[in-house]
């Protein structure tokens, strides 16, 4: 499947959550990830995640999609971060 996950972290945790998620998926801007991932490694990624966060002040949204086929990405301005799948 394919996943965007974005996430909003208090600062103290934030680079945390950003080195667990980069170890599933591609980071793509502030705060954005996305890439391709199995749905053990979803588990996995949400397990590592829980054990990091405060749901009280943080949140991460995950959006699946189980095909990319309708699916298009425009940039404007500059591209960040580095992409191993375009779309």
Known sequence: MYLIMVYDIKEERVNKVLKIARKYLNWVQNSVLEGEISDAGLEKLKMELKAVINPDEDSIVFYL???????????????????????
């Open 65 to 87: 999609m189980r095909t990319t086929r309708y699916t298009s990405r425009e940039i404007m301005g500059i591209e960040k971060g580095e992409r191993d799948i375009i779309i």
